[in-house]
């Protein structure tokens, strides 16, 4: 089905494959889109992002499902079935937070943030599905961090949200999460098990929305700091730091307390794709949508901060 933005209906579950022409930031406009994480396979970006549908007059998170949106030109779209929902894992109460898709051995594992149905507070979870439009199902019939695994906030039911995932030159996969708190450990070649401790890592003003990449010989790690939330970043020659700081990336996000990133290169260009709250009325922060606009670097391999556009990548 091809429809215009204007024709789609506003804020429904994807049932079937829908395409539209992206006009502008922010990428789509007929419901609303949060926490974006993004993946290239086969020649095509997808996007995997929260759906917010916190009605106008509430002033609360309401995420039950993801979404996914793919396209090859980054001009025409297509938004897949809703892939995956947060009562998918039945051992989560719900709030289908932030998430980020990464492919091994022809699988696709998708990292989400749940509430625990039985361990107070938020904990991370790990579908799989042998395409990156799914369906996933949960890959392990249990939470992978879960509250109590980590103590440096043992008074916080959110330290344990926001999950970024990264498979390093030598093949070792790290996952790193966090609110308030960083923390990394290192995966199973499974994906589905953690290989050794969890490590807490010390940022300046950290408070969630880590995102890991590498360009040529440097590691970048992004994330969200102070609330309202500006984008800041460090970089290390190792995965596991030292980090160190470099400054603001991208600033207060538009309409919106909180600001959440991905990045990614996709046909030898880099984006920064993170969510604002630029179509809603009403005040944004729990009605956000996500955009897309482009990333640069300096020659020394730091980044230059991201000039957020209506016109966005088109
Ligand atoms: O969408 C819920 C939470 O808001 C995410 O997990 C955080 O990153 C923030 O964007």
């Known amino acids: 089905m091809v429809t215009s933005w204007l024709a789609a209906p506003c804020g429904l579950s994807a049932q079937e494959d829908t395409t539209f022409v992206a006009g502008g930031n922010p990428l789509v406009k007929y419901k609303y889109t949060a926490d974006p994480g993004a993946m290239v396979h086969d020649g095509r ?50 709030e289908a937070w932030a998430s980020q898709v990464i492919e091994r051995d022809g699988k696709f594992y998708w990292y989400v943030t749940v509430e625990h149905a039985t361990i107070p507070g938020k904990s991370i979870g790990v579908a799989v599905s042998d395409s990156p439009t799914g369906p996933f ?41 966090g609110n ?40 970048y790690l992004s ?6 939330e500006k984008i800041c970043y460090a970089m290390s020659r190792s995965i596991t730091g030292p980090w160190e700081y470099k400054g603001v990336l991208n600033e207060l996000a538009g309409n919106s307390n909180t600001n959440h990133q991905a990045i990614i290169e996709f ?6 794709i993170y969510h604002n709250g630029a179509i809603n009325p009403t005040g944004g922060s729990f009605r956000r949508s996500v955009c897309i606009d482009r990333l640069y670097y300096n020659e020394d391999g730091t980044l230059k901060r991201v000039q957020m556009t209506t016109e966005g990548i088109w």
């Open 223 to 228: 994330y969200a700091s102070e609330f309202p």
């Open 137 to 177: 199902v949960d890959a392990r019939g249990s939470a992978l961090i879960t509250n109590d695994m980590t103590t440096e906030r043992s008074k916080s039911y959110w330290d344990d949200i926001d999950p970024t995932v990264f498979i390093d030159d030598d093949g070792q996969a790290y996952l790193y999460w």
């Open 45 to 94: 970006l997808y996007i995997y992002a929260g759906h917010d549908e916190c009605p106008p007059t509430a002033e609360h998170y309401l995420l039950n499902e993801w979404c996914v949106f793919s396209s090859s030109d980054l001009k025409t779209w297509t938004e897949h079935p809703v892939p995956l929902r947060a009562k998918d894992f039945a051992w989560a109460k719900g």
């Open 180 to 219: 308030t708190q960083c923390y990394y450990a290192k995966l199973k070649k499974n994906m589905i098990e953690l290989d050794g401790p969890i490590v807490p890592v010390d940022l300046p003003r950290f408070t969630e929305a880590p995102w890991l990449h590498k360009r040529g010989d440097w590691y």
């Open 267 to 272: 046909g030898g260009q880099w984006y920064f």
